[in-house]
Nanobody
């Protein structure tokens, strides 16, 4: 089994920054992809960023240039640096780990962008 623990959410003003962390523990193998997703009220969960073990990243247009995903492999931790936050970034952010055809999700952390 794999457990994911997210942290770093909160309330921030438009234009501000937040850094999310997700620490993975349990039966983790060497090759896995980690990612961040978000879900706003009344909307479907959407991809925010992914990163492979070798460091290849991917972002949708909505966050590219503002968000940066990174990972610390020895610590099995992934980070999401979010800059220039907008009210439309408000959502619950979830960490996801995918390995051997299976996906694991964290419990989510709330990010609210409001003045």
């Amino acid at each position: 089994q794999v457990q994911l623990a997210e942290s770093g959410g909160g309330l921030v003003q438009p234009g501000g920054s937040l850094r999310l962390s997700c620490a993975a523990s349990g039966s983790i193998f060497t090759s896995y992809v980690m990612g961040w997703y978000r879900q706003a009220p009344g909307k479907q969960r959407e991809l925010v960023a992914t990163i492979t073990r070798s460091g290849t990243t991917s972002y949708p247009d909505s966050v590219r240039g503002r968000f940066t995903i990174s990972r610390d492999n020895p610590k099995n931790t992934v980070y999401l640096q979010m800059n220039s936050l907008k009210p439309e970034d408000t959502a619950v952010y979830y960490c996801r780990l995918t390995q051997l055809g299976a996906s694991y999700w964290g419990q989510g952390t709330q990010v609210t962008v409001s003045s």
